[in-house]
């Protein structure tokens, strides 16, 4: 009896040492990891194949650019767009380094050529080489079995306010970085 509850206790010590150095994986295991380090008044909810990180209560968006001068709160009340705030992780088959290295080289070619052809306005231009970077979107992160795509409500160069919610914001992209791996060489 003595061999078998040593050998049980073992087994669970094995175990558990070999959950702690395999690093999550799949959406579930993933947004478990996540909760301790997200913040009061978010929720996340996980599928197969997915992960939403929502606020919940709505923040106000603000693009900056070609914005008059003026105080901030006369800015967000004219200029602002009240909305609701998402990350969304999106996981699909894993690319190898190969095919991510030839759809980032396929795709900034293409961006290239608009940037370059003095044609176009500087508007016009803006407009489509953000059409060239959503028809090939490429995954920010990646993980032993996923290629991993990051999606949230204010892509540069929309800002976030109240600011508590940008600094929420980033609390949690930081700790999606330390769950997966980020592709460095990644560009919007």
């Known amino acids: 009896m003595k061999r078998y509850t040593l050998a049980c206790l073992?087994?669970?010590?094995?175990?558990?040492?070999?959950?702690?150095?395999?690093?999550?994986t799949f959406p579930s295991e993933i947004a478990a990891a996540l909760q301790s380090d997200i913040p009061e008044g978010w929720t996340v909810k996980a599928d197969s194949s997915c992960i939403t990180i929502s606020r919940d209560a709505q923040i106000t968006l603000l693009n900056p650019v070609s914005l008059p001068g003026g105080d901030l709160e006369k800015l967000l009340r004219d200029f602002g767009h009240k909305?609701?705030?998402?990350?969304?992780?999106?996981?699909?088959?894993?690319?190898?380094?190969?095919?991510?290295?030839?759809?980032?080289?396929n795709r900034d070619r293409a961006i290239k050529k608009i940037a370059d052809n003095q044609k176009i306005d500087g508007k016009t231009k803006y407009g489509m080489m953000r059409q060239e970077r959503n028809r090939h979107p490429l995954p920010t992160h990646f993980n032993s079995r996923f290629s991993i795509y990051l999606h949230r409500t204010d892509p540069p160069p929309l800002q976030v306010y109240p600011k508590s919610a940008a600094d929420e914001r980033a609390k949690i992209l930081e700790a999606v970085s330390k769950l997966m791996t980020k592709h460095e060489d990644h560009s919007n």
Do not use: C, G, N, S
């Open 83 to 105: 909305t609701d705030y998402l990350i969304v992780l999106t996981f699909r088959e894993r690319m190898t380094d190969e095919q991510y290295a030839q759809l980032k080289a």
């Open 10 to 24: 073992f087994l669970v010590t094995t175990l558990v040492a070999a959950a702690e150095q395999h690093p999550p």
